[in-house]
C-alpha cells in the first residue's frame, strides 16, 4: 500500500492525500515534519536528502517533491483519464499550472501564510505581508482571468492542474487578507469546495 510520509496540515503534503482521495487509491500516513520532527533523522535523509516532506514509498519505490509525487500517482492510477490526459497538449495545458503554483503563487503568498498563522501576533512583520499579499492578488487576477472562460486549469474538466493550486487557493481564501473582487475564482473555489477529497483534507483550517 502507499505510504505517504508528512503531516497532514503541510500543504504539499495535502496534494498527495486530495489526489489520492481524487484517484481513489489508499494509503497509510505517518505524521512526520512539523511538530513531529524526524527531518533530520539520517534514515529519513536517506530516503529524502532535502529533509523536507512529503516522501511516499510504493512498493520499492521512494519519490519526494510534492508535484512529482502527483504526476505519479496520476500516471499510474488515473493515465489517460480526464484527470490526467493522455492528448500531450492536453495533459501540457493542465499540467503547466503546477509548475506556475511553485514558481510563481506559492512564493507569494507564503510569507503571508507564514507570518500570519505560523508566527505569533506580536513577532509578524506586517510590510512583509503587505508584499506578499500584492503579489498574490496580483497572480490571483491571473487565475481569475482564465477562469473566466475554463470551469478548471486545464479546461472543463478537473485534472492534475487543479491539485497544487486548488490547495493554494485554500490558503489564500482563508487568510486575513483583502482580497480583489475575483468573482471566478470564488467560482472555482466554490467548485473545489464541493469535492470530497478537498473537504477531507484541505478544509480543515489553517495550521
Ligand atoms: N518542493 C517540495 C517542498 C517541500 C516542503 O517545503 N515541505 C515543507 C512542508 S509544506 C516542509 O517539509 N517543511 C518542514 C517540515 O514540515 O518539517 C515539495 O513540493 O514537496
Redesign the pocket.
Known amino acids: 500500500m502507499l505510504h505517504i510520509i508528512?503531516?497532514n496540515n503541510?500543504?504539499?503534503?495535502q496534494?498527495v492525500l486530495w489526489t489520492c482521495a481524487e484517484i481513489g487509491l489508499d494509503f497509510e500516513r505517518t505524521d512526520?515534519?512539523?511538530p513531529?520532527?524526524?527531518?533530520d533523522d539520517p534514515e529519513y535523509r536517506a530516503k529524502n536528502p532535502?529533509?523536507?516532506?512529503?516522501t511516499v514509498e510504493d512498493g520499492d519505490l521512494v519519490l519526494?517533491?510534492?508535484?512529482?509525487?502527483v504526476r505519479y500517482l496520476a500516471a499510474k492510477h488515473g493515465g489517460g483519464s480526464r484527470f490526467y490526459p493522455a492528448d500531450p497538449g492536453a495533459r501540457a495545458l493542465a499540467d503547466r499550472w503546477m509548475d506556475w503554483q511553485?514558481t510563481v503563487i506559492w512564493p507569494a503568498l507564503l510569507p503571508a501564510f507564514l507570518n500570519l498563522i505560523r508566527t505569533p501576533e506580536d513577532k509578524r512583520d506586517m510590510d512583509v505581508v503587505a508584499t506578499a499579499v500584492a503579489k498574490a492578488n496580483a497572480a490571483a487576477k491571473i487565475l481569475d482571468t482564465h477562469l473566466t472562460t475554463n470551469a478548471y486549469l486545464g479546461g472543463a474538466d478537473f485534472t492534475i492542474g487543479d491539485i497544487p493550486v486548488g490547495v493554494v487557493t485554500y490558503r489564500y481564501m482563508n487568510l486575513d487578507i483583502e482580497r480583489p473582487s475575483l468573482p471566478n475564482l470564488e467560482a472555482y473555489y466554490a467548485r473545489l469546495c464541493n469535492r470530497p477529497g478537498y473537504q477531507k483534507y484541505l478544509m480543515i483550517g489553517l495550521s
Open positions: 508528512g503531516r503541510s500543504s504539499n503534503v496534494k512526520f515534519g512539523g513531529f520532527g524526524g527531518n532535502n529533509g523536507l516532506i512529503p519526494w517533491e510534492s508535484n512529482s509525487i511553485l
